[in-house]
């Protein structure tokens, strides 16, 4: 069985920091191009960050480039989103999914994703 199990959401403060994990089972990660979503109240789910099964090439939206990492671990089988100089504006449900394109592709089809993780960046 396919599933993606997203982990290490939190209350933080502006400023701060969280590493979220994406856990894979039922498949090998390294295969597969993996993203990482967020979607926060009244608004339209967003990427965020990608790495392509092809080259292992990354993407980052405008609004995350210096401040978010994109890495994984294939030994665990497992995807990481390291998140620094968190901001209120990043407060959401994280949700990595898996790609069927070989690289990151704006509004590419998913077939597979996780339950999402709650990040909340408040004074």
């Known amino acids: 069985q396919v599933q993606l199990v997203e982990s290490g959401g939190g209350l933080v403060q502006p400023g701060g920091s969280l590493r979220l994990s994406c856990a894979a089972s039922?498949?090998?990660?390294?295969?597969?191009?993996i993203g990482w979503f967020r979607q926060a109240p009244g608004k339209e789910r967003e990427g965020v960050a990608c790495?392509?099964?092809?080259?292992?090439?990354?993407y980052y939206a405008d609004s995350v480039k210096g401040r978010f990492t994109i890495s994984r671990d294939n030994a665990k089988n497992t995807v990481y989103l390291q998140m620094n100089s968190l901001k209120a504006e990043d407060s959401a449900v994280y949700y990595c999914?898996?790609?069927?394109?070989?690289?990151?592709?704006?509004?590419?089809?998913?077939?597979?994703w996780g339950q999402g993780t709650l990040v909340t960046v408040s004074s």
């Open positions: 999914a898996r790609s069927v394109h070989v690289m990151c592709v704006i509004g590419g089809a998913l077939d597979a």
């Open positions: 790495m392509s099964s092809n080259d292992g090439s990354t």
């Open positions: 039922g498949f090998t990660l390294d295969y597969y191009t």
